[in-house]
């Protein structure tokens, strides 16, 4: 994932070139301060211009210091009127971690020891607000945090994605997960320094998106079946007489008539010929 101290410029084309599918982009944060105040990636723009003109993938993310539903409305407005005018392959991530100073978790949202169920609610409540917007949402967080201080069962029952933060070889959470951040001390082409690096699973059927070396990559973390897209489908055909229909054997499917209309109910597919005349 890419921050605020990195302007990366034509790094992209490079990154691309030599492997890297995605980006998520820092949009901004808050402090960790009593006061909260909202603070802006002066790089963003820079950094979602340049990954798209490279053709890579990308997301973005907020680091949330947020402690009531309140707060974090506001910083779902905040991250909308940063994002609204550019277009994502990915989610936008909600960052929730207790901030860290001199080794020990300081801070606003570490201070207010917020229940898994406040904390939990929170998360749902910036989701929302993204996902009403016509964006994809996602949380991120650690392993620990997940397990310890949210419901992440109520997550994955509201259909949010999760980008888990676990700096191993293979991960023992036991949660389902769309993004791994599996390590801190990453190396990519043209960036110095150690960056976090992240495998996504995604459906290739669903997404035009594909991570290339996640078979070969020493890095192995379970993989998760993307959820199927729901589709409800309503099918009716008005017509003078009953019609003919031809039965394919190899798919399922169910009618019946009411009224001089013919009503569908397929489980596969089926083929339906032109109604006879009487």
């Known amino acids: 994932d890419v921050e605020r101290s990195r302007g990366l410029g034509d790094v992209y084309k490079r990154q691309a070139s030599s492997g890297v599918d995605f980006a998520m982009i820092r949009v901004g944060c808050r402090g ?12 963003f723009v820079q950094n979602i211009t340049n990954a798209k003109k490279a053709g890579v993938k990308v997301g973005a993310y907020f680091y949330s210091q947020a402690i009531s539903v309140a707060d974090a409305k506001k910083e779902a407005n ?22 860290e100073k001199n080794g020990s978790f300081v801070g606003r949202l570490y201070n207010a020891h917020l229940s898994k169920s406040e904390q939990t609610k929170i998360a749902l409540t910036f989701c929302d607000m993204i996902e009403e917007a016509g964006f994809q949402p996602m ?6 945090f997940l397990e310890d201080k949210m419901n992440y069962s109520t997550l994955k029952e509201e ?13 023992g959470y036991k949660g389902d997960y769309s993004m791994w951040q599996y390590t801190s001390k990453g190396k990519v082409a043209g960036i110095p320094g150690k960056v976090d690096c992240n495998f996504m699973y995604v459906d290739p059927n669903e ?7 996640v078979d070969s990559h020493s890095y192995t973390g379970k993989e998760i079946k993307p959820r199927k897209p729901k589709m409800t489908i309503k099918m009716e055909i008005t017509v003078e007489s009953t019609g003919r229909f031809i039965n394919l054997s190899n798919f399922m499917f169910f009618v019946f008539t009411r009224q001089k209309r013919i ?7 089926i083929h339906i010929s032109e109604p006879t005349r009487p």
């Open 78 to 99: 905040h991250v909308l009127n940063l994002i609204s005018k550019y277009e994502f392959d990915l989610p936008i991530a909600y960052d929730i971690e207790y901030a």
């Open 263 to 269: 009503f569908v109910l397929f489980l596969s597919l």
């Open 207 to 213: 997404r035009n998106f594909t991570v290339s070396d």
């Open 159 to 171: 259909g949010i994605d999760i980008w888990l933060a676990h700096y191993v070889s293979n991960t």
């Open 139 to 144: 949380v991120y967080a650690s392993k620990s």
């Open 32 to 43: 960790y301060a009593n006061s909260g105040t909202f603070i802006d990636d002066k790089y």
